[in-house]
């Protein structure tokens, strides 16, 4: 009896051992990999502003364990995707890093992507949006533009073992402290890899084998809809950003009866950054106005035309120019020369940076005021900043620059004409007629003369 326990004992084992040696179910497929999927960053911006230098940063991932879906009746079951998606290299105006894997105490990295703007990026008008899921600002179709970057996932690395819905997660990281930047209203969005089985005959055999259906990049979380309709839910194209700029506009008018409207007075443009905001030196700003580019000397403009002008030796000034940059107005800033009826206006200025226009003093009496429309209000007083002070009567300062601006700087110049002066032309008047009834007395004194002579 007890050899028969035994023997049936090393039956079990030698059973046991054969299951282990053996997987229980193998499977029906051979896993395929991925390949290439292109999604897009857009930069949306006023049509006047130039494209600043900025970088956003990206992070591809697998999703989280709990971020993983069941199946039910409506929809299909949502699975994560394998190790190993990465952000292509090689793309233009796009520096990647891939995957680490966890090693000991070091925690895995996911792969990341950081995709760089700069100054001179081609832009598009908003019409030509197109089916692109950009965001603008404002209500209106023609006051804006875009610049655009392509930015590429590579899942040559990734292999897909059955049939099923992959999903990967894929996140903006916050662009805070950088000028005039804001991200996505959503900072993440979901690609979706539609694994399927195919059956092939051959003759009496059958083999089954996986493709890829197709790729799906949307900004929401839900589960795709099962059943044989589409569904294009939250389908996006890509992360939408925003770089909100306002404009500064500054204006000569000249007053008084002794005020000469072809002076040229000198003006001072200074940007602040009391925020630390990130911005590069060589971010544009466009001029647009009626200024003279190459003014002349008058004779009551105490500057040369050279120094108006600005040359190689007047770096910190000039009106020969189509445009500024941050380096020019940042520190002591750019200074401008115009006369009477002349404006300027720069265009691009990031939100977040204050400002300061200062003219120079001269034997003019001086106000400044701001315009009427824009960023006018000297007591808007609010987290971002301090009021517009305008207290000092040949300069205006602003700590927080978050919508239009315009200042009107006036030059005064009048004076009554010396009480003296208008006397010694009354006594000239008296001496004219005095002098006229001169001459008549003397014509009669000659014609009588001639008569007794005759």
Known sequence: MKMKRLAASAAALTMIASMAAVPLSASAYTPINGDEVTFEKYLVMKNEASVPNVTFNLIVEPISDAEVKPATDD????????????????????????????SGTTPAKPATAAVAFKVNDTTHDEADKGSKSIVFKTTSTTDEKFAEKKVTLDLSGVSFPEPGVYRYK???????GVAGITNDTNNVRYLDVYVKSETTNTGETASDTLAIQGYFIHSDDTAPTAGATADSTGKSTGFSNLYDTNDLEFRKV???????KDKYFKITVKLTNSDNLNIADNDTFMLTGNWDKTPSKTPSTIYDADTM????????????RGSVTYGDLKGEGYSFYIHDGQLI????????????????E??????????????????DKTGEGTAIDTTVKNSVTDTYLKDDAGVVFTNDNAGNLPTGLLSTVAGAAVLVVLGAAGVVGGTIYVNKKRSEEE
């Open 170 to 176: 894929i996140t903006e990281t916050s662009s805070s």
């Open 345 to 360: 206006e720069i265009h691009g200025i990031p939100t977040g940076l204050g400002y300061v226009v200062t003219e120079e």
């Open 75 to 102: 929809t299909l079951a949502v699975m994560k995707g394998p190790e190993g998606i990465k952000f292509k290299s090689g793309v233009s105006d796009v520096t990647v890093s891939d995957p680490v894997a966890a």
């Open 254 to 260: 000249v007053t008084g009866n002794h005020g000469s």
């Open 309 to 320: 002008k600005g040359d190689s030796t007047h770096t910190d000034g000039g009106n020969n």
């Open 362 to 379: 001269e034997d003019y009496n001086p106000s400044v005021a701001m315009n009427t429309d824009g960023d006018i209000k000297t007591d």
